[in-house]
């Protein structure tokens, strides 16, 4: 990367830039909390806000140099040894700091101790780290993860995962026997007994989950509008994690809407959202998240701009949304994941992100954005052309009130064919004989053909092969104008109910 297309990137979870040696303190928690993380640089010679190359004398790089090299080695413990080197851009000397991921975790400040003076990144901040980050730094150190920790509460053979073992045969055709469950290290042996991971706990329907792990759910809500004021809806989905995600998704299916469209003489249905993408990003938010982080659940939002998914942890240092395609794979929960791999709830290592970067080829009315927030990380799928959308649909409310009236007024009073052939189309394009099926008609009946009529004169719905109205294949399908009047009706019962 060179230093123009640095200057263009703001600070965060890798970067940071000084316009001179920051403070003794500053540079040490810096340095500490990328040594505690994914890594990062510190650019010394570049102001922040405003952007600007300051530069450093050519005279003073070397004593600089030395300046920060002693206080790394002098205020960091266990010993970083970052690179540290020269650039010149403008006429202008720089000083890069390169800070490698550390092997020897948690990293801290020496006066201060493990305890007060162990520092993370959060953003482009450094963050005091609280005792159960010093303890997921402690178990990366030793390299295992905190659903491979067993809950000496309970023998495994005690715990209450019925459920569980259902799921399991139906999904992979075998039974989840000791001898299974000790494989995927679901069951680990200590003092001669054998107890339960995390893992399995979490997987379980005992008191045990309820007890540690309450906070472990998906909260799900439909507010109305783009804000948090007002709820619609909310599901909270507490049951274990092979599970979870399946009942998020299926909350977030039913509060978006799916649009028809017609290919010659079938109508294509179509999310207004990439679900298969939405889907991969709940069940990764389920499979990835930091079950060590206490009273922290995943929220999934559906707005009406938006869907929003929250997952508790940071990503894992070598991960990058940026770069999708490129199937990458780091997991966090490493007895959970390759279960959920088992069951078929995820796909073959790395193929997630690359499957939401297929996904939202399709459709390119979404953006995508992702962000660390807090010790959190949140992923957004945002309608591009939302108020446009919002001003179309109010001037064809309005249009379509004052053109259909009567009949809208009709509808609000008692549902009649008119628009119950609407919402049959929407689907599907059906034929004269296939309608009158559909109402349980022995023959078309007149009344059939007047609705059809009336709805065709009104263009709420079209012929498939407009160029022959009375050909043998000739079906109907919705316009967009017969959604919107859907729309319109749902809107004005809604209101009535008010």
């Given amino acids: 990367m060179n230093i123009s297309e640095l200057l263009k990137k703001p600070e965060g979870r890798r970067l940071e830039f000084k316009e001179k040696v920051p403070a003794r303190a500053d540079m040490s928690k810096t340095v500490i909390a990328f040594a505690n993380d994914a890594g990062g640089e510190i650019y010394i010679g570049i102001r922040n806000n405003p952007r600007q190359i300051t530069g450093i004398s050519e005279n003073e790089l070397v004593e600089v140099e030395e300046q920060i090299s002693n206080i790394i080695y002098n205020r960091c413990y266990p010993t970083i040894l970052p690179d540290i080197s020269f650039l010149s851009t403008e006429n202008k000397h720089l000083i890069k700091i390169t800070v490698y991921r550390g092997n020897m975790p948690p990293y801290y400040l020496k006066e201060k101790g493990k305890l007060h003076g162990t520092f993370i990144r959060v953003g482009s901040a450094n963050r005091l780290a609280d005792r159960s980050i010093i303890e997921e730094l402690e178990r990366k150190r030793r390299n295992i993860s905190f659903d491979g920790e067993i809950v000496p509460d309970k023998p495994a053979s005690e715990l209450q995962n019925q459920t569980f073992k259902s799921f399991f045969n139906e999904k992979t055709g075998e039974e989840l026997t000791a001898q299974v469950q000790k494989k995927l290290e679901l069951i680990k042996e200590n003092q001669r007994k054998t107890w339960p991971t995390n893992a399995l706990v979490l997987f379980s329907d005992d008191e045990l989950r309820n007890r540690y792990f309450h906070y472990a759910k998906i909260e799900c809500a439909r507010f109305k509008g783009t804000g948090t004021d007002e709820f619609i809806d909310q599901k909270s989905s507490q049951a274990n994690i092979a599970i979870q995600s399946e009942e998020a998704y299926n909350f977030v299916l039913r509060h978006i809407n799916k649009g028809a469209t017609v290919e010659g003489v079938y109508t294509q249905t179509r999310w207004e959202y990439p679900v298969k993408a939405i889907r991969e990003v709940i069940r990764n938010a389920v499979v990835h998240r930091d079950y060590s982080l206490s009273g922290k659940d995943i929220k999934v939002a559906v707005y009406d701009d938006m869907v929003e998914v929250t997952s508790p942890g940071l990503l894992p240092p070598s991960i990058d949304y940026n770069e999708m395609e490129s199937r990458q794979s780091d997991a966090r929960n490493r007895i959970i994941a390759p279960v959920f791999k088992l069951l078929g709830i995820i796909d073959q290592w790395g193929n997630g992100l690359k499957l939401i970067a297929d996904e939202l080829k399709k459709y390119p009315e979404i953006d995508f954005l992702w962000k660390e927030t807090g010790l959190s990380f949140q992923v957004q799928f945002i309608k591009k052309n939302y108020k446009a959308e919002v001003e179309t649909r109010q001037e064809l409310g309005q249009e379509l009130g ?23 189309l929407k689907t599907n394009s059906l034929s004269r004989q296939e309608l009158a099926k559909s109402f349980k008609m022995k023959k078309v009946s007149g009344y059939l053909n007047r609705t059809l009529k009336k709805l065709l004169q009104h263009r709420l719905i079209k012929y498939t ?25 749902k809107q004005q019962n809604k209101n009535k109910e008010k």
Avoid: A, W, Y
């Fill in 465 to 489: 092969i407009p160029e022959k109205p009375n050909h043998p294949h000739q079906k109907f399908s919705i316009t967009k104008r017969g959604m919107d009047f859907i729309q319109l009706l």
């Fill in 402 to 424: 004052q053109e259909l009236g009567q009949e809208l007024g009709q509808e609000l009073k008692e549902k009649t064919m008119f628009s119950t052939i609407l919402v049959k």
